[in-house]
Nanobody
């Protein structure tokens, strides 16, 4: 079983920066992409950013130009700049696994709280 361990959340003022990290406990076979999702109180979980094994990235419109996702082996990072109060949420790390001839599945981290004060 793979564990995804997140770190780097916290409290920051609007306009500030945080860097989230997510380390997988071991290499993940057949991984397609890693990414970050977030869930604010009373809202559904939403995709923030993903990065494929080939390095292609995807961002939700609301964070484009402010957040940057990157990956180094089994660790994925989310650099968050120019933070806004609406970025406040629990951020979850995700690994999207697509093995050949078997159904795809996901690994999830436990979540890390990001709070942006105005």
């Amino acid at each position: 079983q793979v564990q995804l361990v997140e770190s780097g959340g916290g409290l920051v003022q609007a306009g500030g920066s945080l860097r989230l990290s997510c380390a997988a406990s071991r290499s993940i076979f057949s991984i397609n992409a890693m990414g970050w999702y977030r869930q604010a109180p009373g809202k559904q979980r939403e995709l923030v950013a993903t990065i494929t094994t080939g390095g292609s990235t995807n961002y939700v419109d609301s964070v484009k130009g402010r957040f940057t996702i990157s990956r180094d082996k089994n660790t994925v990072y989310l650099q968050m700049n120019s933070l806004k109060p609406e970025d406040t949420a629990v951020y979850y790390c995700n690994a999207d696994v697509r093995p050949l001839f078997r159904p795809s599945y996901d690994y999830w981290g436990q979540g890390t709280q990001v709070t942006v004060s105005s």
